[in-house]
Each structure stands twice: as C-alpha cells, then as structure tokens.
C-alpha cells in the first residue's frame, strides 16, 4: 500500500477567522515521496502542482482541524524538534517543525525542510518504517481511549493499557534497571493478562518492547530520553495515581 509524504515550505501564522477560530499553519508542498513497503520514489513538484495538495490547519477554541481536508479533527503531540497532528479517523497526519528548530533538524538529518506532510490510509501502514524507539504518552481523549505515540504511530489504548504502560515508563525513570514488580502494576493475580492486552493494542509483532524476567518483574525497553509525556494534557488527567507518577517523573 503506498503513502504520500509531502516536504513542505511553510509559515506560521495567527490569522483570526471568527470569535476564537485562527489559522495556525499553512504549506505548501515542493517535494512529493511515495512509499510503498520499503520503495521510495521522489518527485520534486512544480508550482501548478505543489498548490493542489496546500495544507492549512485551523484552531477553534481548544481544538484543531485539517481544514484542506474535510476539517478533520487533528491531536497536536509535541516530540522533539516536531510537532505532529494527527487525525482522528486515522486518515493521516501533517508534521512541521517547530519554530527556531530548523537548524537543529538539519544537524540532526532528519529532513531537509520545514515540515512534512504525509498522508496514509490507516495508521497500520506506518509498521513497515524504520523502527525508532521513541514513546510519547499524550493522553488525550479520544473516542473513549487514550492516545501515544509509538515510533510515528498514534495509537489509542483502553484506561487500562495506558496505565499498564504509563507505569511501565514511570518505572524507567524511578526503578532500578527499570523493572517493576507485576504487583506495583496491580494488585491480584491478572498482571499477564493485561500485559499480553497491552500488546495486543500497540500491535507489537514480537516481545522486545515489553520484557519479562520470569520472576514476576516487567521493563519497557526504551532508554529514559526516548519517552516523553505530555505534562499539559496528564496534569489533568482523570487517574490520580497517574497523576501523582507524573510528579515523580519531574
């Protein structure tokens, strides 16, 4: 199945609409990269066909739209030098770098441009990318699940898995060697359970993420600079004991 990845040239810009509603990106493509598996194929565009696929997106009141695409509603999570929205309905997302990090990005390799847009028909198509590494527990609510970050996959998981993995990463950063014993991740005797359900939910093909040293003990595999949180959304958060982990990750 193939994907579109567009390099963009953009702005930022606060352009009052109506009463609480502002555009806050727009770009225009100069790059066109399809992917099919692991295939890339380049296509520099031309003016007449870099407007056809313009990108804007807009603000109303807290939320966020893709406004050239039908409006669909987009989640904002911030990761390093990027900052990616993501559609709801799992139709894509829109990448763009922050303001002044430019440069960085370019040290860094990671693209030559601006921004990057990339279009997908479901977020299952993005297994096939280089795997990263890197966890972005957003917690966003949507449609009843909360939203993460997995090596550019947005997955929404039950209250249930994201605590199981919030605890897992908390432990990263508190636990020695990162390992937390299965009743620090819940009382009773269903541990198991709900960590195979965790898997299940990030879709993960093999074991390496989540380890088990047999002793009743769990770890994620991620080194400590890998995970980042969304201290906005979670300062807020519904579960006190999340909550309560997050202040001791600061």
Known sequence: MKKVIMTLIFLIVSVPLYAKEMIIFTGIPEMKISEGGVDRVLENLNKENAIKFKCTITKIDDKYYWTSRENIELIPISSGAFITYWAVNGSGYVRVVKPGMKEEVKRQETNSCRGVLQYSPTFRSLKRQVIKNELVLDGSLVK?????????????????????????????????????????????????????????????????LIENNRIGCYRLNLKKEKIQVNKKVLDNFEDYEIKKLLEEME
Request: overall charge positive.
């Open 144 to 208: 009843g699940k909360y939203a993460i970050v997995l090596d550019d996959r947005k997955i929404l998981l039950s209250h249930k898995s994201f605590k199981y993995l919030f605890k897992l990463a908390w432990a990263i950063f508190k636990k020695e060697g990162g390992w937390i014993h299965k009743l620090d991740l819940e009382e009773g005797e269903n541990q198991g359970k709900y960590i195979y359900r965790l898997k299940k939910e990030l879709s993960l093909a093999d074991g390496k």
